[in-house]
């Protein structure tokens, strides 16, 4: 399968705990994006890289969020101190151009 | 004020109806909107690039009018499988993507 994979799938954690997700990028896209998504809501822009540099931040991403994409490959987003409102589905995507983009099937995130 | 809107729905049509979606975006700069599908608890796929001539793909067809800054999605003869959400999805700045909260169609026998 040589799509966008993100891992885990799905990740429970208890308030206060830190997270850590993976997105595996489709071969040589230099874009990747990562969105949150909660329930009967579209997705919602929180970073994009080009290659490794993190060009865009959404406001939405707090402090206790980071994102990384060492050498321009796969990409992490770490979540500190883990609130509930944090539970969603993190989405990554990737893309080749400024248009479509491709994403993963999500970590779906609950934090109790 | 959202950057998109849409309408939630359901909309509920039988097959071979047509149906048509809109979408309202705030700002007057964007340049790029697309059209995306998503199946329930499935990750989001490109449907169709909105131009602002139009476009057509089978029985689809978008349209941009960017005087009232809306996109429309037209779907003919609706299959049971066109059943999903659809996303309008508007450029808000380079490389940063604005969403709709979705459009639910539920095409019935």
């Known amino acids: 399968d040589t799509g966008v994979s993100q891992n885990p799938r799905h990740k429970i954690t208890k308030r206060g705990q830190n997270v850590t997700f993976r997105c595996d990028p489709i071969?040589?896209?230099?874009?990747l994006y990562w969105y949150r998504q909660t329930l009967g809501q579209g997705p919602e822009f929180l970073t994009y890289f080009q290659n490794e540099a993190q060009l865009e931040k959404s406001r939405l991403l707090s402090d206790r969020f980071s994102a990384e994409r060492p050498k321009g490959s796969f990409s992490t987003l770490e979540i500190q101190r883990t609130e509930q409102g944090d539970s969603a589905m993190y989405l990554c995507?990737?893309?080749?151009?400024?248009?479509?983009?491709?994403f993963g099937p999500g970590t779906r995130l609950t934090v109790l | 004020r959202k950057e998109v809107e849409q309408d939630p729905g359901p909309f509920n049509v039988p097959e071979g109806a047509t149906v048509a979606f809109n979408c309202t975006y705030s700002?007057?700069?964007?340049?790029?909107f697309f059209w995306y599908r998503q199946d329930c608890r499935k990750e989001p796929k490109l449907l169709m690039s909105?131009?602002?001539s139009g476009n057509e793909d089978g029985r689809f067809t978008a349209q941009l009018n960017r005087a009232s800054q809306y996109i429309s999605l037209l779907i003919r003869d609706s299959k049971l499988s066109d059943s999903a959400t659809y996303l309008c999805v508007v450029e808000g700045g380079v490389n940063k993507f604005y969403f709709g909260s979705g459009t639910k169609l539920n095409v019935k026998p």
């Open positions: 071969s040589e896209h230099n874009r």
């Open positions: 700002n007057s700069a964007s340049q790029s």
């Open positions: 909105v131009y602002s």
């Open positions: 995507a990737s893309s080749p151009t400024s248009w479509e983009q491709f």
